[in-house]
């Protein structure tokens, strides 16, 4: 959200955080696209004739199935995107070895839609996965700065570089991770690089806008900010100040 705005300033945004039921991650595939659906449509309710599915599970477990099954049915002049697409567009370009690694939610890992995606954009690249199950509770609790996450941090780093030497170029596949960002580099080599969807996502978000103007006239642009949550606004608030790097004020809504 923040880099989007930071990219497309003028456009209206309404941000649905589904904190009742977040963590998304280790839930079943049923449970995620029934959620994510239900979010779907309340956004529709509300104007949106534009979705981003800003979390890697939901995009890697109900995006397809929303694009294909449901889309046509409630909605066919609407559009829903999701983050992994534009991130496997282009993380081909940013590895010099041809060797990735993608630290990711298990939902998004089981998937296996990172490797699906990246293998059609660069069947050349090898990829590997890692589920880091601990790093999404440590920046919820807000221990994400705290000598105790050096731990888990080091020990997800450990396992997926111990799959290949080779590693040049780690994917960061979910929103949580980058709040881990300066533990995860101390642990790293220089010669690795670490990549943050958000600069990625708001670019290919900016050039879909210029493809399908279409789309983008109805999409109205006063340069309005809404965030919606399904939970305590105060908590949500509270979190999604520290992501965003601005005061948030939040609105209860049941979906």
Sequence with gaps: MKDIIDELPEYDFLYLGDSARTPYGNRSFESIYHFTLECVKYLFSQGCHLIILACNTASAKALRTIQQRDLPVIAPKKRVLGVIRPTAE???????????????????????SYLMEIKHQF????????????????????????????????KYLNQILEQSPKIDTLLLACTHYPLLMNKIKSQLPNEISVLSQGPI?????????????????????????????????????????????RTVESEFVEV
């Excluded at 370009?93 to 298990?106: A, E, I, M, R, Y």
């Excluded at 050349?124 to 731990?151: F, I, R, T």
Aim: charged share 20%; proline share 6%; with cysteine.
């Design 90 to 112: 282009v993380i081909g370009l940013h590895s010099q070895t041809d060797h990735v690694g993608v630290l990711g939610t298990t939902g998004t890992v089981q998937s296996e």
């Design 123 to 154: 069947p050349k690249l090898s990829v590997y996965q890692q589920a880091c199950p601990m790093w999404v509770p440590l920046v919820e609790n807000n221990e994400h700065s705290d000598p105790g996450a050096d731990y888990f941090v080091k």
């Design 201 to 245: 996502v708001a670019a290919s978000l900016q050039d879909y806008l210029r493809r399908h103007p279409e789309i983008d006239k109805k999409c109205s642009k006063k340069g309005k900010i809404r965030f919606l949550t399904t939970d305590a606004p105060e908590l949500f608030d509270h979190h999604a100040t520290t992501f965003f790097g």
